[in-house]
């Protein structure tokens, strides 16, 4: 894979994994228009152009749902990571064989780790009680790939590194807010414990035994000696 192919597929694989049919649309409008050599022909053909752009419009709305937008998301697990893939593979089919697999790999698995960060923010968006929220990161999410990629296209290595700082402060921003998520839990936890609706973990430890084990059932009575004990004896032998 050249040099001059990397910042534009690893570009289009962050893209992809955020809306990948605005990162469709943007590759297939820029080379039927402005025949940008770089770019395959395969994507500015019409019946591509015509699919990615009603299923960018079906996304657009559905990304602006509280809850659907998640639904959505949990659906193109494997459909972005597999079109970052095929726009890498598209971008690097002139290539060597090694070189092109590279290329094909470098956009899915940008894509795959773009996807993650997108709905794991996402979901927490979701926490919100009003939906204005979601609408404006998904407005901004729209109109940030369609930028960057309108960059990749004139500037690649630009695009390149601007698509890097954001999946690193996405990816940063995820990780802090799964931190808090954890506090709370152990917040709701130790309020439960104090309220009475939860059983404390130490006790839930002990009551399970060292490793998860069962608890020895408890010891019952000492057997008093005065009284006599039932002989294990069917019947009286004598002696």
């Keep these: 894979m050249g040099t001059e192919l990397i910042p534009l597929v690893f570009t289009s694989g962050w893209a992809s994994g955020i809306n990948a ?7 297939g409008l820029a080379e039927r228009f402005f025949g940008f050599s770089q770019i395959p022909d395969a994507l500015g053909r019409t019946d591509v152009l015509v ?12 990304d602006k749902i509280p ?10 697990t494997v459909v972005r990571p597999a079109v970052g893939a095929t726009i890498g593979y598209l ?3 002139d290539n060597a064989a090694l070189a092109t697999a590279a ?12 996807h993650t960060v997108k709905a794991g923010l996402r979901a927490a968006v979701n926490t919100s009680p009003e939906p204005a929220s979601n609408i404006v990161v998904s407005t901004g999410e729209d109109l940030t790939v369609t930028g960057v990629m ?4 004139a500037h690649p290595w630009w695009a390149a590194g601007i ?5 690193a402060a996405g990816a940063y921003l ?7 998520l954890r506090r709370v839990k152990r917040r709701y936890d130790a309020w439960g414990e104090r309220v009475g609706i939860a059983t404390p973990a130490g006790r839930s430890r002990r009551a399970r035994g060292p490793r998860g084990s069962r608890a020895a059932p408890p010891a019952g009575p000492e057997p008093d000696p005065a009284v006599e004990q039932p002989s294990d004896q069917p019947f009286d032998q004598e002696r």
């Design 150 to 153: 309108a960059l990749a296209v």
């Design 67 to 76: 809850y659907v937008d998640s639904l959505w998301d949990s659906i193109h």
């Design 103 to 114: 290329s094909a790999a470098t956009g899915g698995v940008t894509a795959f780790i773009s």
């Design 163 to 167: 698509a890097f700082v954001l999946l």
């Design 51 to 62: 699919g990615a752009g009603i299923l960018f419009v079906i996304e657009m709305v559905a």
């Design 174 to 180: 995820l990780y802090r807010l799964a931190g808090r």
């Design 91 to 93: 971008l690097g089919h």
């Design 21 to 27: 049919y605005a990162a469709l649309l943007v590759l």
